[in-house]
Each structure stands twice: as C-alpha cells, then as structure tokens.
C-alpha cells in the first residue's frame, strides 16, 4: 500500500481551498460542502454521500475502520499536521476528521416524504443553529420529511450539519421558493397548519399528525405568500398558536418546531391506540 498523503503546512492550496467552503458562495460554485465531527461523517456516508477528500489529525485520528468505509465512499484521507488540520477545523472542535463531501440534491422534483408523519414546512429560517436543531428534532420525533421555503441558509452549511448532528443526511428534505412550496403544498393531500403568534387555535386543538407545519422566519413570521394563497383558495390554512404566558412575545422557531412535531408524534400515537 502507498503511503498516506501528508500536508504539514497551513498554507498549502488544497488545505485553504477546503477553509474556502465555509463560505455559501464557494459551496454553491463548487458543489461541496465540510462535514465537521466522526459522527456527522458517518452518517453522511451510511445515507449515501460521496466525498471527495478526508483530512484526518495526525494527532487524533479516527478508526481506521471508519477511514476504510470512507474510502469506499470516495474519500482519499490526506493526514495533516495539527497547525494545518487547524486551518479546515471548526473552531476548537477537533474529532480528528474533516471530510469534503459532494452537495446532494435537494430538489423538490426529487423530495420523497415518507408516508407517515407530520411535514414541517420552515420559510426564511436564517440561523444555522436553528435549521439544524430542527432537523435533529424531525430526525428524533418521526416527521416525513423538511421542506425549506426561501431558506436564508442552506442546509449543508458546516454549520447546519454539525447542529443537526449529521440528520441533514437523512431525513427526507428539499429545498425550493416560497411560491413552489406553496404549488407543492397545495397539489399535494395534506392540509396545511400555520404556527402564528396569536388568534390561531391552541396547538393541541388542531389535527398536526399528518398535517404540512408551516413555521416562519425567527423575526417575521409567515410571509404574506400564505395568507394570499389561503384567501384566493390555493391553500386552506389552519393556524396554531403556543401560549406565551410570560414577558416573552414568541418562542425560539426551533423550539416551536419541536413542540409541534412531538404533539404531531402524541396524536398519532394516541390515534394508534385508540385514544383520545
């Protein structure tokens, strides 16, 4: 067997091409992204992902079980010295791994909910932290599948991946306009809840377990597109608030996300058991 490729120096043009994508911009022109973390990665690669290149910490290196299942994915490790490997990490984190992975397709024209479960529909979510932690709750709590409308970060943000805990990779999800998202809703069965603020009903008081969740931006809320769509008959929306019972006007969306799927997941539970 050749000798592992090493990379000493934090200079070196492939180590600062791979910083390079944690800019959206440079992910979007070269069609990859950095997954961060052992697990992250692996679950990249039992969903299928392929990856171009893996740097691996000489210092703290993984499995070699696991830079074998890697490798069969595509990626060729490439061992760096700690001050290069610095250079592709995220910040003080260090698993000892980086892999640069192919971008998947999030198309809606490819977008398979599974048949069973809520839909959590997210417009204009901006902060990485809270598209990922949605995804790791639709991960935990059964949902069909994630539908980011005009999204204000992608989902294979390093950042996204590394909050979602690597889910990003397998729940089924797609990314697409407002105004598609809308299309898509309304040619398909489910009917079509809005979490708002206020005036809605309480949130248990609404079938949500095989309902489309629609959740707004953190700052905005729900675009207008919805309440258009509802009033010309494109949708029939139903709206659901969560009690604020304290100074505060509104909750975190990913906080609002988990409620929501985990009442979605108790109703359908109770369904399956014949409970009220």
């Known amino acids: 067997m050749d000798a592992p490729e090493r990379i000493t120096s934090s200079a070196n043009p492939r180590v600062k091409a791979a910083a390079r994508l944690r800019d959206a911009a440079e992910r979007r022109t070269r069609g990859l992204t950095l997954i961060d973390g052992r697990r992250e990665v692996e679950r990249a ?75 959590l529909v997210l417009e204009g979510v901006e902060k990485p932290g809270n598209l990922g932690a949605i995804l790791r709750t639709a991960d935990a709590s059964g949902v069909a599948g994630v ?55 309480p949130w248990h008081a609404v079938r949500l377990s095989d309902a489309a969740i629609v959740l707004g931006s953190e700052a905005h809320g729900i675009s207008e597109a919805w309440q258009a769509a509802d009033a010309d008959g494109t949708l029939d929306l139903s709206a659901v608030t969560l009690p604020m019972l304290g100074v505060a006007d509104s909750l975190n969306v ?18 399956a058991s014949g409970s009220s």
């Open 45 to 119: 690669a039992a969903a299928g992902v392929r990856f171009a290149e893996v740097y691996v910490d000489e210092a703290a290196p993984p499995p070699d079980a696991l830079l074998d299942r890697l490798m069969a994915a595509g990626g060729q490790p490439v061992w760096l010295a700690p001050a290069a490997f610095s250079k592709v990490a995220y910040g003080s984190r260090n698993e000892g791994l980086v892999a640069v992975a192919q971008i998947p397709s999030f198309g809606l024209d490819q977008f398979r909910p599974r048949s069973v479960g809520c839909l």
């Open 254 to 271: 990913s906080a609002t996300a988990a409620v929501l799927a985990y009442e979605a997941l108790r109703q359908a539970s109770a369904d």
């Open 147 to 201: 539908l980011v409308a005009d999204g204000r970060t992608d989902p294979t943000n390093p950042a996204v991946i590394r909050a979602s805990l690597g889910t990003v990779f397998s729940i089924p999800l797609a990314v697409a306009s407002g105004a598609e998202s809308i299309n898509w809703l309304a040619a398909s069965s489910r009917r079509v809840v809005v979490a708002v603020p206020e005036a809605g009903q």
